[in-house]
């Protein structure tokens, strides 16, 4: 069955970075782009942006455009989000989502990580 | 401020239908589908409708979709306690190249 497993909850200090990863299993990795998607506490969904597992290629919404990097490890099946630069607002739990082609349904998410920047 | 308009919150009795409506605009739901995610407290969001009204395996099929130009609604017959939930619609933004998801209803069962 497929599955997206994320790395643990991390507290941050104001101004350094964060490097979330996904881990998939149960389906062919390279074929289906990745999606992170965030949400603030109490907030709604946020989509921050997508990796093409096959070609490396990304898109970033234009909100995060200089601080976020997605990468992803096709040997280990990984996807993996860095954002620079925290500040307190970018509090919130991360997700990745799968989805067939860029813009069709994220059909699958992971399980969600936990970011709190605090100093 | 969400590209797509959700009503905040929604509720009906057990057994009623209820009805959840998303605007947009012709760059998102006027160019593409829309799908309709759950989300309970805690947890992650769950693809409840895709493709404006196809439903995932696993879905009851209470559950249904239907879109009108730049608009889409979820409608849920029979609703039950379970249902409680927060629901969000999504849909590909043509012209910001980013998807876009709706600022959530909160479905309150009474």
């Known amino acids: 069955q497929v599955q997206l497993v994320q790395s643990g909850a991390e507290v941050k200090m104001p101004g350094a970075s964060l490097k979330v990863s996904c881990k998939a299993s149960?389906?062919?990795?390279?074929?289906?782009?990745m999606h992170w998607v965030r949400q603030a506490p109490g907030q709604g969904l946020e989509w921050m942006g997508w990796?093409?597992?096959?070609?490396?290629?990304?898109n970033y919404a234009q909100k995060f455009q200089g601080r976020v990097t997605m990468t992803r490890d096709t040997s280990i099946s990984t996807a993996y989000m860095e954002l620079s630069r925290l500040r307190s607002d970018d509090t919130a739990v991360y997700y990745c989502?799968?989805?067939?082609?860029?813009?069709?349904?994220?059909?699958?998410w992971g399980q969600g990580t936990l970011v709190t920047v605090s100093s | 401020q969400s590209v797509l308009t959700q009503p905040p919150s929604a509720s009906g009795t057990p057994g009623q239908r209820g009805t959840i409506s998303c605007s947009g605009s012709?760059?998102?739901?006027?160019?593409?589908?829309v799908n309709w995610y759950q989300q309970f407290p805690g947890t992650a969001p769950k693809l409840l409708i895709y493709?404006?009204?196809q439903r995932p395996s696993g879905v009851p099929d209470r559950f249904s979709g239907s879109k009108s130009g730049t608009s889409a609604s979820l409608a849920i017959s029979g609703l039950q306690s379970e249902d409680e939930a927060d629901y969000y619609c999504a849909v590909w933004d043509d012209s910001l190249n980013a998807w876009v998801f709706g600022g959530g209803t909160k479905l309150t069962v009474l």
């Open positions: 149960g389906y062919t990795f390279s074929g289906y782009y």
């Open positions: 990796i093409n597992p096959n070609s490396g290629g990304t």
């Open positions: 493709s404006n009204n």
């Open positions: 989502a799968r989805g067939w082609l860029h813009f069709t349904d994220l059909d699958y």
């Open positions: 012709s760059s998102n739901i006027g160019s593409n589908t």
